[in-house]
């Protein structure tokens, strides 16, 4: 038993429990009780290449999985998908590095982590004696969908449905998904927006637990978000690539610290950072980037965490979020305390704000550093680094660029930076195109051919030629019809 409930430290989860259960029963996210014991000795892994770098570290996460099935599940995720066998390339931008989380068969940093997480719930399934077919449900606001309709994409024993919202997602991202192959994928348009659909999951995951619909057929619901310790784990590995990237260019030596800043929305891909740390890596400081939606600025300078706050819909959508689910996990480990974190999660959801204990924030200011940008410093920052580095970034990756610079002109010891960057430019063309100087033109396929045209940058293959790609998906439904959706879908046995 090598978890347990960031909520109650008796409800304890083995790791191939804790990937296939997602969320703890009473609530609270899965976490080992400390990370201080599976560190290891980091400069073993630096000279690995990155699949069994990933081995290594992602048996230390889930012991459960030994290093040799860990091997294969690790080449059955990653092998041949990605633009490069690194998975994660890292480039010299100016004196900083920026670490491509996005080259992934989506251009989306989420397939890092969802080209593992079928293949650890697959394995976790016969470890735990499950024989049920896994059916995934996702609501998509646009990106994450399509990432883990290629995840799952013929994974045996698995099936996916992703419902998005009818013309509430862009029309390239609508076309990432309605083409997408597989025997065992399916993605369905929802007539109201990305509330209507997620609450419909909800309800659905509601009605099939209390009402027992699916009992006996041989298909159980499971869900793909980033809550599950599965798709955390894999997003640890990229620390340890890039600090290695770093030793190779000789940009830094064994042993130096490394400062990492972060685009944060759920507060998962920054707390895999503070993982890698806890493992053993030299991280410096964990910087929190954040956009106009700056709730963690405000928690990590002041330990007050409110969510009371207007919403805004910015150009860095992926960030756009108020309650960052993974903080719990954070909250845990740096308390040990389990009643404290299932009293403040308690006040969040009752009072909407919460503060932590004054110990903790000095705990958390040591730790991280905080910053953010609003759409128009990143719009600039986006033209600033295209005209000094000839580097083309995205909008995520422009307000973490942004929050360097700040960081580095208020923390003048700083050490090597490393900018995580989150996506690829041609996901957010217009937004881009706009950052250095142009007036994008027509519709947003348009637009992608615009922004390659001034600026030379090649197209992800996956964005490439999409427009041509054959529509395979059609259905459109309203959101009281999803419940029956799926229960037809889970009695078929071929879709
Ligand atoms: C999901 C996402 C983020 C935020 O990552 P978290 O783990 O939720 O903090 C940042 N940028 C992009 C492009 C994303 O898709």
Same mark, same amino acid.
């Given at each position: 038993?090598?978890?347990?409930?960031?909520?109650?430290?008796?409800?304890?989860?083995?790791?191939?429990?804790?990937?296939?259960?997602?969320?703890?029963?009473?609530?609270?996210?899965?976490?080992?009780?400390?990370?201080?014991?599976?560190?290891?000795?980091?400069?073993?892994?630096?000279?690995?290449?990155?699949?069994?770098?990933?081995?290594?570290?992602?048996?230390?996460?889930?012991?459960?999985?030994?290093?040799?099935?860990?091997?294969?599940?690790?080449?059955?995720?990653?092998?041949?998908?990605?633009?490069?066998?690194?998975?994660?390339?890292?480039?010299?931008?100016?004196?900083?590095?920026?670490?491509?989380?996005?080259?992934?068969?989506?251009?989306?940093?989420?397939?890092?982590?969802?080209?593992?997480?079928?293949? %650890?719930?697959? *394995?976790? +399934?016969?470890?735990? $004696?499950?024989?049920?077919?896994?059916?995934?449900? !996702?609501?998509?606001? /646009? &990106?994450?969908?399509?990432?883990?309709?290629?995840?799952?994409?013929?994974?045996?024993?698995?099936?996916?449905?992703?419902?998005?919202?009818?013309?509430?997602?862009?029309?390239?991202?609508?076309?990432?998904?309605?083409?997408?192959?597989?025997?065992?994928?399916?993605?369905?348009?929802?007539?109201?927006?990305?509330?209507?659909?997620?609450?419909?999951?909800?309800?659905?995951?509601?009605?099939?637990?209390?009402?027992?619909?699916?009992?006996?057929?041989?298909?159980?619901?499971?869900?793909?978000?980033?809550?599950?310790?599965?798709?955390?784990?894999?997003?640890?590995?990229?620390?340890?690539?890039?600090?290695?990237? %770093?030793?190779? *260019?000789? +940009?830094?030596?064994? $042993?130096?610290?490394?400062?990492?800043?972060?685009? !944060?929305?759920?507060? /998962? &891909?920054?707390?895999?950072?503070?993982?890698?740390?806890?493992?053993?890596?030299?991280?410096?400081?964990?910087?929190?980037?954040?956009?106009?939606?700056?709730?963690?600025?405000?928690?990590?300078?002041?330990?007050?965490?409110?969510?009371?706050?207007?919403?805004?819909?910015?150009?860095?959508?992926?960030?756009?979020?108020?309650?960052?689910?993974?903080?719990?996990?954070?909250?845990?480990?740096?308390?040990?305390?389990?009643?404290?974190?299932?009293?403040?999660?308690?006040?969040?959801?009752?009072?909407?704000?919460?503060?932590?204990?004054?110990?903790?924030?000095?705990?958390?200011?040591?730790?991280?550093?905080?910053?953010?940008?609003?759409?128009?410093?990143?719009?600039?920052?986006?033209?600033?680094?295209?005209?000094?580095?000839?580097?083309?970034?995205?909008?995520?990756?422009?307000?973490?660029?942004?929050?360097?610079?700040?960081?580095?002109?208020?923390?003048?010891?700083?050490?090597?930076?490393?900018?995580?960057?989150?996506?690829?430019?041609?996901?957010?063309?217009?937004?881009?195109?706009?950052?250095?100087?142009?007036?994008?033109?027509?519709?947003?396929?348009?637009?992608?051919?615009?922004?390659?045209?001034?600026?030379?940058?090649?197209?992800?293959?996956?964005?490439?030629?999409?427009?041509?790609?054959?529509?395979?998906?059609?259905?459109?439904?309203?959101?009281?019809?999803?419940?029956?959706?799926?229960?037809?879908?889970?009695?078929?046995?071929?879709?």
């Amino acid at each position: 038993m090598d978890y347990q409930s960031t909520r109650s430290a008796s409800v304890r989860a083995t790791s191939a429990q804790a990937v296939l259960n997602g969320l703890a029963p009473d609530g609270g996210l899965y976490t080992m009780p400390s990370l201080r014991d599976i560190q290891f000795n980091y400069p073993d892994v630096l000279g690995l290449d990155t699949l069994s770098m990933a081995t290594v570290i992602l048996s230390a996460l889930l012991p459960d999985y030994p290093e040799e099935e860990m091997a294969k599940l690790v080449r059955s995720g990653y092998a041949d998908k990605f633009e490069t066998d690194d998975l994660t390339p890292s480039a010299a931008v100016g004196e900083d590095t920026v670490l491509e989380l996005f080259r992934g068969p989506t251009s989306a940093f989420k397939d890092v982590a969802l080209s593992m997480l079928p293949r %650890l719930m697959t *394995a976790a +399934r016969s470890k735990c $004696g499950f024989t049920d077919e896994i059916l995934i449900l !996702t609501a998509t606001s /646009g &990106d994450t969908g399509k990432a883990a309709m290629e995840g799952f994409c013929d994974v045996p024993g698995t099936k996916i449905i992703v419902f998005y919202p009818d013309g509430g997602v862009s029309p390239v991202q609508k076309a990432q998904m309605t083409t997408q192959k597989g025997s065992n994928v399916c993605v369905c348009a929802v007539r109201g927006n990305f509330d209507d659909a997620q609450t419909g999951v909800k309800r659905i995951f509601a009605a099939v637990r209390d009402e027992k619909l699916l009992d006996g057929s041989g298909v159980s619901l499971s869900s793909a978000n980033s809550i599950n310790i599965g798709r955390l784990a894999p997003q640890v590995v990229y620390y340890f690539r890039a600090y290695a990237d %770093l030793v190779r *260019a000789g +940009r830094i030596h064994t $042993g130096d610290k490394v400062d990492y800043v972060v685009p !944060t929305g759920n507060f /998962g &891909d920054i707390l895999a950072g503070y993982f890698a740390k806890e493992m053993g890596l030299p991280v410096g400081r964990l910087v929190c980037a954040s956009n106009a939606n700056n709730v963690l600025t405000d928690f990590l300078r002041t330990g007050h965490y409110d969510r009371r706050r207007p919403f805004y819909q910015t150009v860095s959508p992926s960030m756009d979020i108020l309650v960052s689910s993974n903080l719990e996990r954070l909250l845990y480990l740096l308390s040990g305390d389990d009643s404290l974190v299932a009293g403040l999660m308690e006040k969040l959801s009752a009072c909407g704000s919460y503060d932590v204990p004054a110990e903790m924030l000095a705990k958390l200011k040591e730790l991280f550093w905080a910053g953010f940008c609003d759409d128009e410093g990143t719009k600039a920052a986006i033209g600033k680094v295209w005209r000094d580095y000839h580097y083309l970034c995205d909008t995520h990756t422009a307000v973490a660029w942004d929050v360097a610079q700040q960081y580095k002109r208020e923390n003048p010891d700083h050490n090597p930076v490393v900018i995580l960057s989150t996506a690829s430019p041609y996901k957010f063309p217009a937004a881009v195109l706009e950052g250095i100087g142009e007036t994008a033109r027509g519709d947003e396929f348009a637009v992608m051919e615009q922004l390659h045209a001034v600026t030379g940058v090649p197209v992800p293959k996956n964005l490439a030629g999409l427009r041509e790609r054959e529509v395979l998906h059609r259905d459109v439904i309203a959101p009281e019809e999803m419940l029956s959706y799926v229960l037809e879908k889970a009695g078929k046995k071929n879709w």
